[in-house]
């Protein structure tokens, strides 16, 4: 039956390659459909990230995120050992440049330990002798932060996957789900140049990975949800070629603990640059990449959705603050002249944004922790914020326990 599988996979992120894997390595003998619409893997959040493998600093203790990121951190860098893919354990400064953020940085400093998570404190004289180039009054030292490719890790899952039995359609996107009461049925649509039309597929069990696309799959197969994804733009610059050695951690702010994101950050890529961001400004499209994108139908439905009307109001004067410096380069600069004041506006080269797929439920709540919805034959991952890259292997084994349960409750009714 060639076009009938047991698991479907929809969506080709770190995420959903993560699952299709850990299906099949739980359960060998089954077949296994991994679904992506573009003509290449990792082509949304996963290929447009920081590549940071985090350590897990600020996730409330208990949560999912927490539990998660704690379990990535050694899985992923033994998964890049056996695979021979580059990682940098440069470790991460977090600076504090001013009393409140003196005392903010104490506060992470408990919930480091909170989660288990190895950490020094700096002083001023510490702090400038590991980073001649950074200033602040002090800063917390997380020696666990790493730096990777995710392009390169998902491309290595996906090999694995396809090694042992499990079948990749690219160019493939899914436009229609319909759940019967022995199976799920999927109208997909190929995209690419060679072939066009429509086919379906059948599968015993689906699983949705759609990152940027979450709420719509959900919505595609009529499950009653309460989110909507809202797209934020992560802006980046990356630093002139002459700064690659102008720090040797990752160095970022200490965040504001009222703002969702983690501040604009100096990152060290696995490629030698360093870059600069993300920012976080409302996105107009939601796979758009470039600053002038706009699409009206993600637009139109993120303003019918009170959700937004409500998180935009709670942050008028910080989105408005971003939306400034995404536009003018030199408040951009600014904000990381803060703790790296050597820099100046020719040092900002372009380099390509991110956009993050941010769960908002209705009333406004902004979704920090992961998010699932569940029907007898699927399972959505509805929200699967930073550290999702870092996180991945954990939240698949995650996704295959909740399938189980499904099933097993399926057999049981
Ligand atoms: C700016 C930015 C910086 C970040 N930095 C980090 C970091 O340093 N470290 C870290 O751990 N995390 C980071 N993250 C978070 C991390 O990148 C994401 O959480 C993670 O990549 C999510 O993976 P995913 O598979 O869920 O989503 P995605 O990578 O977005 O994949 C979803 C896939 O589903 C496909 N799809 C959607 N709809 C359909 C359809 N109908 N049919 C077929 N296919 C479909 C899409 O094409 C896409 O490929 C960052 C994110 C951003 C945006």
Redesign the pocket.
């Known amino acids: 039956m060639k076009d009938e599988y047991d698991y479907l996979v929809?969506?080709?992120?770190?995420?959903?390659?993560a699952t299709a894997s850990a299906l099949l390595r739980r359960y060998p003998d089954s077949k296994i459909l991994l679904?992506?619409?573009?003509s290449t893997?990792?082509?949304?959040?996963?290929?447009?990230?920081?590549?940071?493998?985090?350590a897990g600093v600020y996730y409330a203790p208990g949560s999912l995120k927490a539990r998660f990121c704690k379990e990535g951190v050694q899985r992923t860098l033994d998964f890049c050992r056996q695979h021979t893919i580059p990682v940098d354990n440069c470790g991460k400064l977090l600076v504090a440049t001013n009393e409140t953020e003196m005392r903010r940085m104490q506060d992470l400093l408990t919930r480091c330990r909170e989660n288990g998570i190895e950490v020094e404190m700096l002083d001023q004289a510490q702090l400038r002798e590991r980073e001649p180039n950074i200033s602040g009054l002090g800063a917390l030292f997380v020696r666990a932060t790493s730096i990777v490719d995710?392009r390169q890790v998902t491309e290595h899952m996906a090999s694995d996957f396809t090694a042992s039995g499990g079948k990749t359609a690219l160019n493939?996107?899914?436009?229609d789900i319909t759940e019967h009461g022995d199976h799920i049925a999927l109208t997909c649509r190929l995209s690419n140049a060679t072939s066009a039309g429509s086919f379906s597929v059948k599968g015993c069990f689906l699983v949705c990975?759609?990152?940027?696309?979450a709420d719509?799959?959900t919505r595609m197969m009529g499950l009653k949800t309460d989110f909507q994804i809202i797209p934020y733009r992560?802006e980046y610059y990356r630093l002139a070629a002459r700064h690659n050695q102008i720090v040797r951690h990752l160095i970022y702010p200490i965040p504001d603990p009222a703002l969702p994101f983690l501040g604009v950050h100096l990152t060290r890529m696995i490629d030698g640059s360093v870059t600069v961001g993300?920012n976080a400004v409302q996105g107009f499209k939601r796979?758009g990449y470039g600053r002038f994108n706009f699409s009206l139908r993600d637009t139109l439905d993120m303003l019918s959705f009170p959700g937004f009307w409500q998180v935009t109001g709670k942050h008028l004067k910080t989105g408005l603050q971003e939306y400034k410096d995404a536009w003018w380069k030199a408040g951009y600069l600014e904000r990381v002249r803060k703790y790296c004041p050597g820099l100046t506006l020719d040092d900002l080269e372009p380099y390509p944004?991110?956009?993050?797929?941010q769960a908002v439920l209705k009333d406004g709540t902004l979704v920090h922790d992961f998010l699932f919805a569940d029907s007898p034959r699927s399972l959505h991952?509805c929200n699967?914020?930073?550290?999702?890259?870092?996180?991945?292997m954990p939240i698949a084994d995650y996704i295959c326990d909740k399938v189980a349960e499904i099933e097993q409750k399926n057999e049981a009714g």
């Open positions: 929809i969506g080709g992120g770190i995420v959903g390659v679904i992506e619409k573009e893997l990792a082509r949304h959040q996963t290929g447009h990230n920081s590549g940071v493998i985090h995710y493939t996107q899914v436009t990975c759609g990152g940027l696309m719509r799959l992560g993300p796979e944004a991110g956009i993050r797929a991952v699967a914020p930073s550290p999702a890259a870092t996180s991945a």
